[in-house]
């Protein structure tokens, strides 16, 4: 069912008290339309994120974990064992999409306390707790990245007597990516909140320009100001001083610090390092992979064709698709890149900033275990 939504929301995912379902925005319609999409079977969570309904690394998980309890909400009360039933649901769930560690994190958390539990109807309400408890915490985790993050632009701020901060942000690292705050928007909204002057240079980060339709739109409603850029548009800019900071989001990173985002991330990580600009990155301590040092071994997902050979906009009336490439050329759609930790200058995260080094990681998050 979809519906319009007139009313102000601040969260892209939750439960809907009055019809019970699990509620989302249709991210793909922003920011032309707000539409909000309810959630009934795994099927339609599944296609929720796999077309890209929700997308972000957190709200992926916060997806992947509401996805359980519908599972369990639509396991046969007569099966006997509903077990083996929940099992093969979360197995569909995980694989969907392969790159944001998140999904399969708090797909497991919610596995993990429904266990115990020895009814079915237990182990719905324990599904249900659970996922929006991880969603609250995620809400939380980005506070708190803020929290820590802010100095970081105080301190540019000061050093340039309150002329305008520039942050260079690629993809959308949001509360739309999140649940609330964002990760790599959560530092530029406490500066904004704080009468701080920043200005964002926002990648439009082809092919789905999650920067152009969504990060834009966020900081419009925010009232913070910004400027969308093509992609390539960033080692100009900064090798002209036009960038004080890069801060990014970030689907998986290694515990040893080499960052997956949304491919493009690495080229701007280059040119950061090429100009002397700090490149930060914003996480959870649900986005670290505590298994892998390498990120060569990080999987990257890739995408149909199609994205790339098409384009989609709102053509004043309706949002429309068109082709920009001949038809029949072969495309390739890699969604991420792995930037090296060498080249990240820290992590901002819920417990403080560290660098992007197995020892400094382990300092901040000694209680992690793969
Ligand atoms: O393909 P997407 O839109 O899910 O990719 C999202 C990103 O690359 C974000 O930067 C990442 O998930 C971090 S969100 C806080």
């Not at 036009?242 to 689907?251: K, L, N, R, S, Y």
Request: some cysteine; proline content about 5%; overall charge negative.
């Amino acid at each position: 069912m979809k519906m319009e939504k007139k009313t102000p929301i601040t969260r892209p995912i939750w439960l809907d008290e009055d019809s019970g379902y699990v509620r989302i925005i249709d991210q793909r319609l922003l920011p032309h339309q707000l539409v909000l999409v309810d959630l009934k079977t795994v099927d339609d969570v599944i296609t929720a994120i796999r077309d890209m309904y929700v997308r972000g690394a957190p709200l992926i998980g916060a997806a992947g974990a509401f996805g359980i309890y519908i599972a369990a909400l639509s396991c046969p009360r007569d099966a006997g064992d509903p077990g083996a039933f929940i099992t093969e649901e979360s197995r569909r769930l995980k694989s969907v999409r392969p790159t944001a560690v998140n999904l399969a994190w708090a797909v497991d958390r919610t596995l993990a306390v429904m266990a115990p539990e020895k009814t079915l109807d237990a182990k719905t309400r324990a599904a249900l707790d659970e996922a929006r408890r991880i969603a609250d915490e995620e809400s939380e985790n980005c506070r708190k990245i803020g929290e820590h993050g802010l100095p970081i632009i105080e301190e540019i701020s000061r050093k340039k007597n309150g002329e305008t901060v520039h942050i260079l942000t690629h993809c959308n690292a949001g509360w739309l990516a999140c649940v609330e705050y964002g990760t790599a928007t959560a530092p530029i909204y406490a500066a904004f909140d704080k009468g701080i002057d920043v200005h964002v240079w926002v990648d439009e980060t082809r092919p789905l320009n999650q920067g152009a339709r969504l990060t834009a739109w966020e900081l419009g409603r925010h009232g913070v100001k910004h400027t969308v850029i093509t992609d390539n548009a960033g080692g100009i800019l900064m090798a002209r001083g036009m960038v004080d900071a890069v801060i990014v989001g970030t689907d998986r990173t290694t515990r040893a610090g080499d960052v997956a985002n949304k491919v493009g991330t690495y080229l701007k990580a280059l040119a950061a390092k090429d100009n002397g600009v700090p490149f930060y990155v914003a996480l959870p301590s649900s986005t670290f992979d505590w298994e892998l040092d390498d990120g060569a071994r990080i999987p990257i997902e890739e995408r149909s064709a199609e994205e790339i050979r098409r384009v989609a906009g709102f053509d004043g009336s309706e949002i429309r698709e068109v082709l920009i490439a001949p038809e029949d050329s072969p495309c390739a759609n890699f969604a991420f890149d792995v930037t090296p930790a060498r080249l990240v200058t820290g992590l901002i995260t819920e417990r403080g900033i560290c660098q992007a080094d197995a020892a400094d990681i382990r300092r901040l998050f000694p209680d992690k275990r793969a």
